[in-house]
């Protein structure tokens, strides 16, 4: 390959391609044309051929679909490597393969997966022709999650002793890294704080700590005059007084811009996947895709 100071950035990206198909043992046709379409590079690919079209010129998101209906047509997966974010397409789709691909500094090329992860265009080549890469509806958090848990004072509104709760300083992650934050509600019990398994970190936390003296009260239900009704939630220490969901919240929001003074890192086990609607090119790191859980009903002989 001709070293990329020499081509144009169209050229480069297109040898990217030639040569992800060597690796892969695939022959494939450089300046293709179909019936009604061409590729940048055309990769027959058993039963599964993509045409790949490099397009650095902006490209309206009717135009791109336009084109498109003419690959799908002839049974043809079109993938689309553009330089420049495409008006309108405000999310990724499972009828376009669309991908943004940068320069590094004429040492590389990466392809900028959104919030998720910038990768190597040629390893993101090889894995989208081998069909690694699949859109999915749903992003899917791996069971085991790093969690970072942050501390602050919280004096009781009743007895006025000191208090010490925690937030969950760390979004969840799936293995394609989409971040995840599970739904929460105010008054409905459901706060990540709440969990269990996080509860339980900074019940060790506290406990392997005792030479900072962490006040930590139990965390249950209570009743709340407020809403007339019980809910989980933080309560003090030394009098049980519950700490309002509102109150915890708006000095969650207040902290978020403070220095963290005392924080506790931990691996939790979810037990169950979290699931939330986020529509992406799923390219985990280790074959698990956020595949929608499918229940299988037994069947009854
Ligand atoms: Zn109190
Ligand atoms: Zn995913």
Avoid at 148 to 164: A, H, I, R, S, T
Wanted: proline share 4%.
């Amino acid at each position: 390959m001709i070293h990329p100071k020499y081509l144009s950035k169209h050229d480069w990206i297109q040898a990217e391609i030639l040569s992800a198909c060597d690796i892969l043992g695939i022959e494939a046709a450089r300046e293709f044309r179909g019936k009604g379409w061409r590729a940048d590079v055309f990769v027959p690919n058993n039963g599964r051929p993509i045409a790949f079209e490099v397009q650095l010129s902006p490209q309206s998101l009717k135009k791109t679909l336009e084109r498109q209906a003419k690959f799908e047509r002839d049974g043809i997966i079109g993938c689309w490597l553009f330089e420049n974010p495409v008006s309108k397409l405000n999310n990724e789709r499972p009828d376009l393969p669309l991908f943004y691909v940068e320069n590094d500094n004429y040492t590389s090329l990466l392809v900028n997966l959104g919030d998720r992860r910038k990768v190597e265009l040629h390893m993101f080549l090889e894995n989208f022709i081998s069909n690694n890469i699949r859109f999915n509806s749903v992003a899917k958090t791996h069971t085991k999650q790093l969690v970072n848990l942050v501390f602050y004072d919280m004096p009781c509104w009743k007895c006025g002793e000191m208090n010490q709760l925690y937030y969950v300083d760390s979004l969840f992650s799936s293995s394609c890294n989409a971040k995840i934050r599970p739904k929460e509600m105010m008054w409905e019990s459901n706060s990540t704080e709440y969990r269990q398994e996080i509860v339980e970190l900074a019940s060790k936390f506290i406990e392997n700590r005792k030479d900072l003296n962490l006040k930590l009260g139990q965390i249950k239900k209570r009743y709340s005059n407020t809403i007339e009704d019980s809910y989980t939630s933080f309560g003090c220490y030394n009098c049980d007084s519950l700490f309002g969901d509102w109150f915890v919240m708006k000095a969650k929001l207040e902290l978020k811009y403070e220095p963290k003074e005392l924080t506790c890192q931990g691996e939790i086990d979810l037990g169950e996947s979290v699931e939330l609607d986020i529509p992406h090119w799923c390219f985990p790191n280790n074959g698990q895709f956020c595949e929608k859980e499918i229940k299988t009903v037994a069947n009854k002989a």
